[in-house]
């Protein structure tokens, strides 16, 4: 497990040298904002997977390659922001908001355990008619009836409106949040995902996460669950509006929070971000992808704007916020594997081929990300905003083995529950795989249709 020990940084170090390169791969040395942006931008990007991978197997050996089964439950998509980038969101009195009772909720896990599931992922719109009862009752009900699935739920831009809707007793920010988050583990809550970490930078967040919290607030939530004993994960999406400087920027806050997590908790058995996943903007449906695309000319407003200590300003670019500049899957493969090498201290990289197709997944191992993800029953948030693919646990389990590595099913805390190296292996038992042709597996705008089990990359989708 990387972090135990604070990593020093080499800033006079060419960050393209091979002996560097190979100290950053073994975790003896820290690569610098300035050395991971000059990466970006330089290395080819065969080369810079090659260093992620290295990388990657350092942590995670040559062999094993991980999935959980899991399901996605949004239990409601009532909520008060306007995420520009959102497809997902209704407001109360829409005809089509919801808000799940409990016992469709309860129903999902029961379907999710039948096929060897043991988490959820349960996360919403940010809902202020649902009271903190309502919550700990539905969480009461899920430890009552399934004691043995991981309730992985909340992200921190819905604690932080807990905070707002439910006015806790406490002296600050801080102390309210820890009073919710209480409440919630003592109901049975364990870990938190997360969405809604977007793009740190606050020039790019106030431009797109209109209404949600700033980055300060959200590491702030995940500092206090770290402290109460809590894991939980980060995220971000990017290949919209920001700068590459916005990644890498939003990746040392990452691992700035993480050392602080580490140094103040870990001692006593407090948790810590346990995952990064990073995923590109998907437009369909969405007011932010009604932008027009970046035709490439000049500077990109949006690394115009970047700062690497993410002061940037909107006004030094003009046209900043009004331009596209979606990521393909090349830009994707180079910001997870940058993602790597600069996250030093974060356990896993989490490949998203939700949106990129699973064979752009599968290349993603070989690109630092030693997790597929999850097999998942449905999917409503990211396949709101347009394309998703759906994968059952025999072709995750296929994708893994054909890239070279071993499937195994996880857990929450990444411990492994079943290695599949033997003939017995789910995609072992499969004799047609005609009925998993591509076209089957590719879900535009909707859900995916049931009974198929389906997977979305393991992403804390957006809240
Ligand atoms: S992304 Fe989450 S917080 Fe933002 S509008 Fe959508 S549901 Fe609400």
Known sequence: MPGSMLLQERPQADPCDSHFLADVAAGQVRLSSEQAATLYRQ???????????????????????TYVIDRNINYTNVCTAKCTFCAFRRDAGDDDAYTLPNDEILEKVSELTAIGGNQILMQGG???????????????????????????????PEVVEFVNFFDPPGSDFRAKVKWVLERLQAAGLKSIPGGGGEIFAPAVRRKIGLGKCDAEIWLTVMHVAHELGMNTSATMMFGHIEGVDDRIHHMDLVRQWQDRSLTDFAPDGGGRYMAFISWPFQRENTPLGRLPDWDGSGEFPGDVVAMLDGSGEKLVAPEFGRKLRLAGASEYLRTQAISRLMIDNVYSIGASWVTMGPHVGQLAL?????????????????????????????????????????????????DLLAVHDTDVSPDLQVDDWSEFRQAKLHVQGEGCDEPVAVTVGGVDSPS
């Open 43 to 65: 290395m080819p990007l065969a080369e810079l997977g090659r260093w992620a991978d290295a990388r990657c197997r350092a942590i995670h050996g040559d062999s094993i390659r």
């Open 126 to 156: 940010m809902n202020p008619d649902l009271p903190l009862s309502w919550y700990e009752t539905l969480l009461g009900e899920l430890g009552d009836q399934y004691p043995d699935v991981h309730v992985h739920a909340f992200s921190p």
């Open 366 to 414: 070989n690109f630092g990300a030693n997790d597929m993800g999850s097999v998942m029953m449905e999917e409503n948030v990211v396949s709101a905003a347009g394309t998703t693919y759906c994968l059952n646990e025999q072709i995750l389990c296929h994708l893994i083995r054909d890239a070279g590595f071993t499937p195994a099913q996880r857990d929450n805390a990444y």
